[in-house]
């Protein structure tokens, strides 16, 4: 039987191998090419888009309605008889240029959520307090270099 963790290992496994493609490709009418300058909703619209190829792309869906109908959770697997809810988040640390981020752990990490944006623990909260009566998950992907991709 499929457990939780293999399919949130498939779907980082899915989303590493299509997000380096992604990123040499997405243009933005401000920033040089690349995912990072899209709002999270738009960068998992062109992550999905890449994904056409991939048998797995058939079980997720995207934007799906929290069961109080007041948010959306980014994704959900349906797998093996599991239906698992994620939160996923690119977690970008560098700007365009090559410099870090400064501020970028503290927009990824606080527990404070903003009007319009949130972090990785927020949405970890707000799924976890979402009613879903699964399991839930998280997912957190960055790139780099040397390695593409990690999943917690």
Same mark, same amino acid.
């Given at each position: 039987?499929?457990?939780?963790?293999?399919?949130?290992?498939?779907?980082?496994?899915? %989303?590493?191998?299509?997000?380096?493609?992604?990123?040499?490709?997405?243009?933005? $009418?401000?920033?040089?090419? $690349?995912? #990072?300058? %899209?709002?999270?909703?738009?960068?998992?619209?062109?992550?999905?888009?890449?994904? @056409?190829?991939?048998? &797995?792309?058939?079980?997720? @869906? *995207?934007?799906? *309605? !929290?069961?109080?109908?007041?948010?959306?959770?980014?994704?959900?697997?349906?797998?093996? $008889?599991?239906?698992?809810?994620?939160?996923? =988040?690119?977690?970008? +640390?560098? !700007?365009?240029?090559?410099?870090?981020?400064?501020?970028? %752990?503290?927009?990824? +990490?606080?527990? +404070?959520?903003?009007?319009?944006?949130?972090?990785?623990?927020?949405?970890? =909260? =707000?799924?976890?307090?979402?009613? &879903?009566?699964?399991?839930?998950? !998280?997912? #957190?992907? *960055?790139?780099?270099?040397?390695?593409?991709?990690?999943? #917690?």
């Amino acid at each position: 039987m499929t457990e939780p963790s293999e399919i949130l290992i498939r779907l980082a496994d899915e %989303f590493a191998a299509v997000i380096p493609e992604v990123d040499a490709t997405a243009k933005h $009418g401000r920033w040089k090419s $690349g995912i #990072g300058p %899209f709002e999270e909703e738009n960068q998992i619209e062109l992550i999905f888009e890449a994904l @056409e190829d991939s048998p &797995f792309r058939d079980r997720i @869906e *995207t934007e799906v *309605t !929290y069961l109080d109908g007041e948010q959306r959770c980014d994704l959900v697997v349906d797998c093996d $008889g599991i239906r698992l809810p994620v939160e996923a =988040k690119l977690l970008r +640390f560098r !700007y365009d240029n090559g410099n870090i981020d400064p501020n970028s %752990f503290a927009r990824i +990490f606080t527990p +404070f959520p903003e009007r319009n944006s949130s972090s990785l623990l927020t949405d970890t =909260k =707000k799924l976890f307090e979402s009613g &879903f009566e699964s399991k839930v998950a !998280y997912s #957190g992907c *960055t790139m780099s270099r040397s390695t593409r991709s990690t999943t #917690g």
